[in-house]
């Protein structure tokens, strides 16, 4: 069994000229690490630092995805980490019920560790796939779906990373219910950080969809 584990240190933002599977699983990297806990500075300085690097590709800038991104590097820019970790906290931790739920099987069918949760476990096993002992969420938590995505794109395992697993995972247990989890974020008007986060996990995830259909 191979373990996922959040590897902040591998997330890379804004480079240029990176091939489009590395930049997909990259953003998949980026969009689980602003779920598993909120930004540091150092993540937050390079996610700002970006900006230039946007600039210069002036021929993609007006792509919604884009515009979305520089969303998220201008609440970068402008707000300390401590910020950031305030949003989350208020908003997705709590010893009750949290403003937002993080969880799949909330979404797909109204209750945690709910029949999707065994599904995703099911899913995993057969990739040969399990979390690492030191993540607390369950594997129907975003950030722990995104991993996957993440590992199912550049992974070095053919016989698991590849196209049609994608697609699969993807189909199963992301696309119904990742809409659902913007909107909540979005019906929440102080939550002004993580509003163009979930504007980005949307546009990004839309995309994906979209490509999944094409093949």
């Not at 002036?58 to 950031?84: C, D, G, I, R």
């Amino acid at each position: 069994m191979k373990e996922l584990r959040k590897e902040e240190n591998a997330i890379e933002v804004g480079e240029i000229g990176l091939p489009e599977d590395l930049a997909r699983a990259d953003l998949y990297g980026l969009i689980a690490r602003f779920f598993y806990q909120p930004p540091d500075q150092e993540l937050l300085d390079q996610i700002a630092a970006s900006a230039a690097d946007e600039a210069s590709q002036s021929s993609e800038v007006n792509a919604p995805l884009a515009q979305v991104w520089l969303s998220v590097v201008e609440v970068a820019k402008n707000n300390s980490a401590k910020a950031w970790h305030d949003e989350f906290d208020l908003n997705f931790i709590s010893v009750g019920r949290p403003n937002v739920i993080l969880n799949g099987s909330f979404y797909m069918a109204g209750h945690l560790n709910e029949k999707p949760l065994i599904e995703i476990r099911r899913a995993l096993d057969a990739f040969g796939l399990e979390s690492a002992q030191e993540i607390t969420e369950t594997e129907d938590h975003i950030s722990s779906l995104c991993e996957v995505m993440r590992y199912l794109i550049a992974g070095d395992d053919v016989e698991v990373s590849n196209l049609t697993n994608q697609q699969i995972f993807f189909n199963a247990h992301i696309r119904p219910w990742y809409e659902q989890l913007c909107e909540a974020i979005e019906e929440i008007p102080e939550m002004h950080l993580y509003h163009p986060v979930a504007a980005l996990t949307r546009e990004f995830l839309d995309i994906e969809g979209h490509s999944f259909d094409m093949l």
